[in-house]
C-alpha cells in the first residue's frame, strides 16, 4: 500500500460492533458470499475477489488494483455525496 502513498501503520480495524447502528446505503463484500455477516443495507455489492492471503506480492498488487479500479468506478457512478 505503501506504493499507493497509503501508511497502513496507521489504520487500525474495525470490528462491526464499531459501527453505527444505521441502515447504509451500500453494503460492499470482497467474496465472501453467504458467508458474510449481516449489515442491514439498502443494496448490496459482493465482487468476487481472490483472498491475498498467502498469495505472491504480485497476486496482492493484481487485487489491490482491482479494488481501487472498482472502488473508482462505483464512486463515480454514485456521483459526489461530500456536500
Known amino acids: ?3 499507493k502513498g497509503i501508511d ?3 489504520q487500525l480495524s474495525k470490528g ?3 459501527l453505527p447502528a444505521v441502515t447504509w446505503d451500500y453494503i460492499v463484500t ?3 458470499g453467504d458467508a458474510c455477516p449481516f449489515v442491514p443495507g439498502v443494496r448490496y455489492i459482493d465482487w468476487d475477489l481472490p483472498d ?3 498469495q505472491s506480492i504480485d497476486a496482492v498488487r493484481e ?3 482491482e479494488i481501487e479500479r472498482r472502488v473508482t468506478e462505483l464512486r463515480d457512478e454514485l456521483g459526489d455525496f461530500s456536500g
Do not use: F, I, N
Request: with cysteine; proline share 6%.
Open 1 to 3: 500500500m505503501q506504493e
Open 8 to 10: 497502513l501503520g496507521v
Open 16 to 18: 462491526l460492533a464499531d
Open 30 to 32: 470482497m467474496g465472501c
Open 52 to 54: 491475498p492471503k498467502g
Open 63 to 65: 487485487t489491490r488494483d
